[in-house]
């Protein structure tokens, strides 16, 4: 996935062939990115393999409500992990579910990596004013606490998948910033920079094609676990009555609705979500701290 | 070292005034108080009467303005629903709050300090390869489940804890305190234990992570090929390395901890601000929101300059630059 | 078996338990968090459950919320336009103070006037211009024009005592110190949002309860209620959240006390344009040139295509029971025979094609998510069965602060909403269905903005009618009137939940308010 492609820009310091050998020499990292490969394919493909549109109103029927994994519903098809309260089939709302948490996850950390990284760059090299000023702003943006300013933006933009993208990259890019401002202040009195600087190259040019390669490793991996956290972020979101709306339910709406009906017996409104949640955060935890192993050079032998 | 704290003084000065814009515009958009507060059957007449009884009447601005020349005053307003200064209000739940973080911390070091060195001195044994794994469902549970799981393992099934509310307190320079009772404690357990969730696992990684790259520094090695006992290696040498980065992290993440017990405080009924402010924001009682975010933006600022000045102390290089600079 | 147990138990331990129920201590949790414990500060209905454990009124309310008497032992109409009261002698404040004509005046002078009030009680006693204080205990209340609903009013003002809340503040009350009333429970200490913690007082002038001690606990959350029952942390929780309905029957250890109640859930739609509707488009996504809700067909036709049974069966679970009219089955003004409208998705269809949508449109239903018992799965079937007779809907459920806002300036088109009634069918009339009027103070709640003149000249009538008899039959009349224009679409009416640990029998009341004198231990009874 793009976790494997992007770093073959970055062959100058590590060839791509040596990275991909050392990142398989763990097997549980190779596992975890197949396993979110297969649930990236699920959430891309689920239009086609599930077997319900868990969003269509006129297909579902709060008279199938609540079944027992392996029930058989109005539908005439078996629902292999129960429906939820409006009869919606669960395997169906959880392909549908990983779409959007997914959506939510990888999309908000895109967009929040290239405004953070653009800024923290622009920090970094710029250097004084700009600097302190951009660095202001990240500390404001970080002395905010995540919920309550995702929350607040929630309240005034209204719930809507778009929404929750726009409210978490508020509240992600300054990771970003700080990350990459941190590394590229480091580069910045490397030696090949000052070369740059000294053939008077354009500054966009030393940015963007010797700066920010040599930034990349760092923002990779803080770039993956913010993924973990963007998708868990909404999951905690919508549990506060936020987030996506409840006709769309990601897996964290999914669970919260179904959370009511756990003390009564009826688990798996709540659970199975709750373990395809799970397993996408580890997945990608996993997959991210294996690179964080390989892309820190401080940890070679 | 003195000009540089008056410069990040006039620099949080700066912030807090921007916060308390972006935060008092905020919580303007959300909503009409009056419709939340307001009876139903009032009638128009009633409705103007609570209008301009709560000082809604004024255009945004002014409104801004009589909030700002209170709050120079040390005043940041009367809540709207229990008539009481909301500065008061805060400080009433602060307690159980500060109790509930800092208790989480203590859990978060007890458990994830000795198993973040395990890990760290033994990487490639079973037990630090599930203590790595376990970190990482650590980070990947949502706080609101796992709170939910623990009350119905711990308290319904088991019956061995209390499942909500903060218990018998005992009073301490005023102020009462649950972990000064035995019930207290038995309540602050589960609650405190799901806050800490995430950071025993970041503990454990922090220490982990300090403790490989530690191992492989010149000094640690010289240290060993000297003959001294891996004992006194790991916790004169090793330990003192990790400790910077684990009490940075931890530092900052007080802050954190003290503005997202909202979730934990909200799923165990416990009385301190972070569910203060999730009413606050259920009935739109626009004074206590700004006050509360004001107070969370004051503390960030307090905490990261204690921490800049604990890890000027800590690390001699830090002390170094800042004094050159 | 049980009844065997239980008396064998009364019998055995009838001394025992009754000592033992003096000593003892008694635990309820709510789910709605009191704000203040100053009785005038704000119409709020955990605000006023406490005033009732602590407070009391001239007129009270029973478990069936009828009026009894409190303060006042008897009150009548003694001219057109004056109400006599006689108080109960012998009434002592909790601080030893005694009662009086006075108390009542300071206390109806007071009312309007507490400082910062966000919804003041002001409105309960506007209709008096006069006091009369004849004796000790015996006052008249003058009125402009005659107003039969006067003791009704004052079934929602506690009584202070002059001596003692002179000047007192929001804050003193709050602080306990000057939580001085008449009322079953003394206040010993109020911690904001966590508890209560009451007294018995002694020397109650009503029925004594049965604990001498009472922690009244908030707990918001609805899980965590429920495990706090579960784990025996706590004795008693009100509002049980439909979903453990069906394993809190199930379980020995607990005891469901249940009553149909007086919040009734409904749908209003756009009375107000005539031309296009905000959410309501053509099956294309073009709006159409004329607000179908206008059309009394398509209202007709989207409440029958409405299955309520299955609603309160499925999304309910049984806690509700579906309605026709604003108010219950034995309460005062319900309209007998006018029942919930019956399921028929094929006539929904043909009026729909009648009013010339044989295809249907489209429409978004809004609602809150977190207001009322389930509200955002109620609108997810409704939109499921909109869907099926051919209008495609839209769902979209917001938190209660930002719906309610936009509702109360007319943004919607068809949305979910509930109203909590007086037992007087004037209440809901002149709330949810009288013309919007700043001059009358009626169609507060009116977000739909329906609107009926005549209906509204028929109310005023019986707003002035002091015969009980025949203001009930005109308000039946009216109710009649206004359901069969469909002003409002009736869902269901909720059903008030109480769970008890074994050994507390809860008296469940019409008003939903928990009070800790409606508790008591099973063995008594």
């Not at chain 1, 607040?152 to 890019?173: C, D, P, R, Y």
């Not at chain 1, 987030?243 to 003390?263: C, D, H, K, Q, R």
């Not at chain 3, 009394?296 to 806690?319: F, H, Q, W, Y």
């Not at chain 3, 010339?356 to 409704?382: E, K, M, S, W």
Request: glycine share 8%; with cysteine.
């Amino acid at each position: 996935m793009s976790s494997t492609a992007t770093p073959a820009k970055i062959k100058v310091e590590t060839p791509f062939r040596r990275f991909v050998s050392e990142f398989a020499a763990s097997k549980i990292a190779v596992g975890a990115l197949l396993v979110f490969t297969i649930i990236a394919l699920i959430a891309i493909l689920a239009p086609w393999i599930a077997p319900q549109n868990p969003y269509d109103l006129a297909v579902l029927d709060i008279m199938d409500g609540r079944l027992e994994p392996g029930a058989v519903g109005g539908g005439g098809y078996v629902h292999w992990l129960g429906t939820d309260d409006q009869g919606r089939d669960m395997l169906s709302g959880i392909m549908y579910g990983l779409r959007i948490s997914l959506l939510v996850g990888v999309g908000s950390a895109i967009i929040a990596c290239a405004v953070g990284a653009a800024l923290g760059m622009i920090a970094a090299y710029a250097g004084g004013k700009t600097d302190s000023a951009i660095m202001r702003l990240v500390d404001l943006q970080l002395s905010f606490p995540a919920i309550l300013a995702a929350l607040m933006i929630l309240a005034f933009l209204g719930k809507g998948i778009l929404n929750v993208v726009i409210a978490i990259v508020i509240v992600e890019w300054a990771y970003y910033a700080r990350t990459v401002r941190g590394s590229a202040l480091v580069e910045r009195n490397r030696e090949y920079i000052e070369a740059a600087r000294c053939l008077a190259l354009p500054s966009r040019i030393i940015l963007f094609s010797h700066l920010l390669p040599n930034c990349l490793p760092p923002l990779i991996v803080v770039g993956t676990m913010q993924i973990a956290r963007a998708i868990a972020l909404e999951a905690t979101l919508s549990f506060l009555g936020l987030g996506v709306p409840i006709t769309e339910p990601s897996l964290g709406l999914l669970i919260a609705n179904g959370f009511e009906y756990m003390l009564s017996g009826k688990y798996w409104i709540s659970f199975y979500p709750g373990i395809a949640l799970l397993v996408t955060i580890v997945a990608i935890n996993l997959v991210g701290d294996q690179l964080r192993d390989v892309l820190n050079p401080r940890l070679k032998k | 070292m003195a000009l540089y704290l008056l410069r990040r003084i006039m620099q949080s000065g700066f912030v807090l005034v921007a916060m308390s814009l972006l935060v008092f515009i905020g919580v303007y958009a959300v909503g009409d108080p009056i419709e939340i507060l307001i009876s139903p059957d009032a009638d128009q007449e009633e409705k103007e009467r609570a209008i301009r009884a709560l000082g809604l009447d004024l255009p945004l601005w002014q409104q801004y303005l009589v909030f700002v020349s209170r709050a120079l005053q040390g005043d940041l307003g009367r809540s709207f629903v229990f008539n009481e200064p909301a500065i008061q209000l805060i400080l009433q739940r602060m307690p159980a709050t500060l109790e509930l973080a800092f208790g989480s911390m203590i859990i978060a070091i007890i458990i994830g300090l000795p198993l973040g060195l395990y890990a760290g001195l033994r990487p490639d044994t079973w037990g630090s390869k599930t203590i790595m794994a376990g970190s990482i469902l650590g980070f990947s549970l949502p706080t609101f489940w796992v709170g939910l799981m623990l009350i119905m393992i711990f308290a319904v099934q088991l019956g061995w804890l209390p499942s909500t509310g903060r218990g018998d307190t005992a009073v301490l320079f005023g102020i009462p305190w649950s972990f000064l009772t035995i019930d207290g404690l038995s309540h602050i357990l589960m609650p405190a234990f799901n806050l800490a969730l995430f950071k025993i696992s970041l503990v454990i990684r922090l220490t982990r992570a300090g403790v490989r790259e530690t191992m492989l520094m010149d000094y640690v090695k010289f240290a060993r090929a000297k003959g001294l006992s891996p004992t006194r290696v790991t916790f004169v040498h090793v330990f003192k390395n990790i400790l910077i980065p684990v009490v940075t992290v931890l530092g900052l993440e007080l802050g954190g901890t003290i503005a997202f017990s909202v979730v934990t405080e909200t799923v165990f009924a416990w009385p301190g601000m972070g569910k203060l402010i999730i009413d606050s924001i259920n009935v739109l009682d626009r004074p206590v929101i700004v006050a509360y975010l004001l107070m969370i933006v004051v503390m960030f600022i307090v905490i990261n300059l204690i921490v800049d000045i604990v890890y000027t102390l800590l690390d001699p290089r830090v002390r170094l630059e800042s004094k050159g600079t | 078996m049980r009844i065997t147990t239980a008396i064998c138990a009364l019998g055995l331990m009838a001394g025992a338990a009754q000592g033992q129920a003096q000593a003892q201590t008694m635990t309820m949790a709510v789910g709605a968090p009191v704000t203040s414990l100053d009785p005038h500060f704000h119409q709020l209905s955990p605000n006023n459950a406490v005033a009732q454990m602590v407070f009391s009124r001239l007129v009270g309310t029973d478990a069936q919320s009828r009026r009894v008497p409190d303060l006042a032992e008897s009150w009548t109409a003694i001219a057109p336009t004056t109400w006599e009261f006689r108080l109960r002698r012998g009434v002592r404040f909790h601080n030893g103070s005694e009662f009086t004509a006075e108390d009542v005046a300071f206390t109806f002078a007071r009312v309007p006037n507490v400082p910062n009030s966000p919804s003041s009680f002001a409105g309960f006693v506007r209709p008096i211009t006069r006091i009369e204080i004849v004796d000790s205990h015996t006052i008249r209340f003058h009125t402009a024009t005659p107003y039969p609903l006067l003791p009704l009013d004052l079934s929602n003002v506690y009584i202070l005592d002059r001596e003692t809340h002179q000047n007192a503040t929001t804050e003193q009350f709050n602080a306990g110190t000057m939580a001085v009333g008449t009322g079953p429970f003394r206040v010993i200490s109020h911690a904001n949002g966590d508890r209560i913690v009451l007294e018995r007082n002694d020397n109650f002038h009503g029925e004594a309860p049965a604990f001498a001690r009472v922690n009244y606990r908030m707990i918001t959350n609805d899980s965590a209620r429920t495990a706090a029952l579960l784990a025996g942390d706590v004795d008693v929780i009100d509002q049980v959240p439909t979903a453990d309905l069906a394993r809190l029957r199930a379980d020995q250890r607990v005891t469901l006390s249940e009553v149909l109640g007086l919040r009734i859930i409904y749908l209003s739609m756009d009375h107000e344009r005539t031309g296009p509707s905000p959410f309501i488009t053509d099956n294309d996504g073009r709006p159409l040139a004329q607000n179908p809700m206008k059309d009394l067909r398509v209202r007709r036709a989207l409440s029958m295509a409405i299955d309520r049974n299955a609603i309160t069966s499925r999304v309910m679970e049984g806690s509700a029971v579906p309605s026709g009219q604003f108010l219950p089955q034995g309460v005062f003004s319900h309209v007998p025979g006018l029942q919930a409208p019956a399921f028929d998705a094929e006539g929904a269809r043909r009026l729909l094609a009648e009013a010339g949508f044989p295809n249907g449109f489209r429409v978004t239903l809004h609602g809150p998510n977190d207001r009322y018992p389930n509200d955002g799965r109620i609108i997810q079937a409704i939109g499921q069965m909109w869907t099926r007779v051919g209008v495609r809907t839209a769902i979209e459920a917001q938190t209660w602060t930002t719906f309610v806002a936009r509702a109360g300036r007319q943004e919607f088109s068809a949305f979910l909403i509930g109203w909590g009634s007086n037992p007087d069918g004037s209440h809901p009339l002149r709330n949810l269905t009288a013309c919007f009027s700043r001059e009358r103070g009626w169609g507060n709640s009116n977000r739909g903005r329906y609107c009926n003149e005549e209906l509204d000249r028929q109310l005023i009538t019986s707003m002035q009618e002091l015969d009980d008899t025949r203001r009930e039959q005109q308000l039946i009349d009216i109710q009649r009137a206004v359901f069969a224009d469909q002003a409002i679409i009736p869902l269901h009416i909720q059903t008030n939940i109480w769970a008890s640990r074994r050994g507390f029998v809860v008296t469940p009341r019409v008003d939903e308010s928990t009070l800790a004198q409606s508790v008591r231990p099973a063995t008594m009874r």
